[in-house]
């Protein structure tokens, strides 16, 4: 008996539960706002970017961007050739077993496999300071976009900031876009 008056109950809270939920949900919010976010994401998943993406493509780029590569530099695990030849050429002192040939050949030389490493693990570092400037470019114009409002459009030098930091990153991404991969 009381396991079936508690049934009973259960099954009484239960539905009261989801009459609770159905009425703030349904009956307060406009049922298209459960409907646009799968929506969306049907249209991210089909072409890569949705409406909403479009409908102010800059803030999307510019939440997007930073965030791809943070990712990037985080899970990468090369870097372009020219910094180790850089590392070599500016640093040659400093690896006397190492021929420039060497930087891409395995060698069985001890000294040379330690000095190959040390002009590796550099130019990796370079490597990753790159795309940790372009990050940080994205960032500062993000933030400077958020400020925009606080300032009205005569503020010249406000504007003249930003667009040297929107040059800086352009050309950082112009500069390394096609090295942006695995």
Same mark, same amino acid.
């Given at each position: 008996?009381?396991?079936?008056?508690?049934?009973?109950?259960?099954?009484?809270?239960?539905?009261? @539960?989801?009459?609770?939920?159905?009425?703030?949900? %349904?009956k307060k919010r406009n049922p298209s706002d459960f409907i646009r976010?799968?929506?969306?994401?049907?249209?991210?998943?089909?072409?890569?970017? @949705?409406?909403?993406?479009? %409908? @102010?493509?800059?803030? %999307?780029?510019?939440?997007?961007?930073? /965030?791809?590569?943070?990712?990037?530099?985080?899970?990468?695990?090369?870097?372009?050739?020219?910094?180790?030849?850089?590392?070599?050429?500016?640093?040659?002192?400093?690896?006397?077993?190492?021929e420039k040939e060497h930087l891409w050949v395995k060698i069985d030389? /001890?000294?040379?496999?330690?000095?190959?490493?040390?002009?590796?693990?550099?130019?990796?570092?370079?490597?990753?300071?790159?795309?940790?400037?372009?990050?940080?470019?994205?960032?500062?114009?993000?933030?400077?976009?958020?400020?925009? %409002?606080?300032?009205?459009? /005569?503020?010249?030098?406000?504007?003249?900031?930003?667009?040297?930091?929107?040059?800086?990153?352009?050309?950082?991404?112009?500069?390394?876009?096609?090295?942006?991969?695995?």
């Amino acid at each position: 008996m009381k396991k079936e008056a508690k049934r009973q109950n259960d099954d009484a809270f239960n539905v009261s @539960c989801i009459l609770n939920v159905y009425e703030s949900i %349904w009956k307060k919010r406009n049922p298209s706002d459960f409907i646009r976010p799968i929506k969306y994401a049907r249209q991210r998943a089909r072409k890569g970017y @949705c409406d909403r993406d479009i %409908w @102010c493509f800059y803030n %999307w780029f510019l939440d997007i961007m930073p /965030e791809m590569l943070k990712e990037f530099r985080d899970s990468t695990s090369g870097f372009p050739d020219e910094f180790m030849v850089d590392e070599y050429e500016n640093n040659r002192q400093d690896y006397p077993h190492v021929e420039k040939e060497h930087l891409w050949v395995k060698i069985d030389d /001890e000294q040379s496999n330690y000095e190959y490493g040390l002009i590796k693990d550099k130019a990796f570092r370079k490597w990753k300071d790159a795309i940790n400037e372009i990050i940080t470019e994205f960032v500062v114009l993000r933030r400077m976009d958020d400020e925009i %409002w606080e300032h009205n459009s /005569e503020d010249e030098e406000y504007f003249a900031e930003m667009q040297l930091h929107l040059d800086k990153a352009f050309a950082l991404l112009q500069r390394w876009l096609f090295d942006l991969w695995f």
